[in-house]
């Protein structure tokens, strides 16, 4: 009898699976539908992306790639945002750590790979993946928490958030700003070698790494109650797709990332030479930009919400990310291709994010915010986007 059934047990499985992959298709159709979501409007930059890398058309296969990140850097979050819905917060808090950035870790791992096939681009890329992460913590604690505060208050004179959530994200970046300046400091000191620079920049790298597990677990788990105001996963909403398709969606969305930033990566210095833009200014200022707008988006509009404690948590918790979390995984994934990148990050970079971090903690230091006060950020950015312009 067993084996009488079994053609129709194979049938009905066979019927089962495709019925499965219908249903998957049809979701992951619709998260890229632009009808849903007009930034899907932007993926039609990514076959002009591939079509100008096959016709040789660099330049323009830069700008593509680039414009093209910003709808599946989105798609990523939002599934990443639908699985932490259901797997609880420290696993969310995990997920949000290595996907809530993941755009510049691809970059950065492209053009460190890059720099480790070919000797003749190191330097360029070590510039670009440094100036990608100090743009990174530069757009977040400036551009986005900026113009947070002054769509917030335009719609609310003064906006009140949680002391505990500003005042530790505040001193992770400035223990980041202290292993930043010591290794340039160690380098310009009497005696002072870039091999002794290498090594101090990989073992704080490790120190790092492991203060920002710490965080995680103050956060999520020891202290949990002192951040109740703040939402890990952006939002209490219910869930808008089954956990399956999530991570299909957050699959396939890496992959596009990984290939358009492996075209991006291949396609810098022509666009360096074609748009005669500084290498630095396309690091820190345009790299960022993209690859963080959907996230830099949700932080505006949920300010003007009145949600200032989630939009503080999206801008600076993003920066923490990137300087305590991206930033040393980088050095480390560099160390172990033989390429030299180092926390030794040029005297401009240093002092600007020095500056930023600075201006940021003074203006969150009372635990409100006003439009002016983001308006102020918004100049301070301003300014040091013309200074990378002209370096």
Not at 133 to 148: M, P
Not at 171 to 176: E, Q, Y
Not at 337 to 361: H, K, Y
Request: hydrophobic share 55%; aromatic share 8%; with cysteine.
């Amino acid at each position: 009898m067993s084996e009488s059934k079994t053609p129709e047990m194979t049938d009905s499985l066979g019927e089962e699976l495709v019925e499965e992959v219908e249903e998957i298709m049809e979701n992951l159709v619709d998260s890229f539908n632009p009808l849903r979501n007009r930034l899907n409007w932007l993926l039609l930059a990514l076959p002009v992306a591939v079509y100008a890398e096959h016709s040789g058309e660099m330049a323009i296969a830069f700008a593509a790639s680039m414009v093209s990140i910003m709808p599946l850097a989105f798609l990523m979050g939002k599934a990443t945002e639908e699985i932490a819905l259901r797997t609880g917060e420290a696993v969310g808090g995990l997920l949000n750590a290595t996907f809530g950035n993941a755009v510049e870790m691809i970059i950065a791992m492209f053009a460190l790979y890059a720099a480790s096939k070919n000797p003749e681009i190191v330097d360029t890329m070590v510039t670009v993946t440094q100036a990608s992460l100090i743009g990174s913590i530069l757009g977040n604690l400036l551009l986005v928490l900026g113009l947070s505060m002054i769509w917030g208050g335009l719609k609310h004179p003064s906006q009140e958030f949680n002391s505990q959530v500003g005042h530790m994200n505040g001193s992770l970046l400035l223990l980041a700003i202290v292993a930043m300046i010591i290794p340039t400091a160690a380098h310009h000191a009497p005696g002072g070698t870039l091999e002794g620079v290498t090594i101090i920049s990989h073992y704080t790298a490790i120190i790092l790494l492991i203060i920002y597990a710490l965080s995680l677990l103050f956060q999520l788990k020891t202290n949990v109650d002192d951040f109740e105001s703040e939402s890990v996963h952006h939002g209490h909403e219910a869930p808008a797709m089954t956990i399956r398709d999530a991570w299909v969606l957050l699959i396939i969305a890496t992959g596009l990332v990984s290939w358009m930033a492996h075209t991006l990566v291949g396609s810098i210095e022509a666009a360096v030479e074609e748009y005669h833009l500084p290498e630095l200014f396309i690091g820190v200022i345009l790299v960022p930009f993209f690859g963080n707008a959907a996230e830099h988006f949700t932080a505006i509009i949920v300010a003007g919400k009145n949600k200032m404690d989630l939009s503080i948590s999206i801008a600076i918790g993003s920066s923490v990310q990137i300087a305590l979390f991206v930033a040393p995984a980088m050095i480390l994934f560099a160390w172990f291709l033989g390429v030299p990148l180092t926390l030794e990050f040029g005297l401009l970079e240093t002092t600007a994010t020095f500056m930023a971090v600075l201006v940021v903690n003074t203006t969150l230091g009372d635990n409100k915010t006003n439009w002016l006060e983001g308006a102020m950020l918004i100049a301070c950015y301003l300014i040091l986007a013309l200074a990378f312009l002209q370096y």
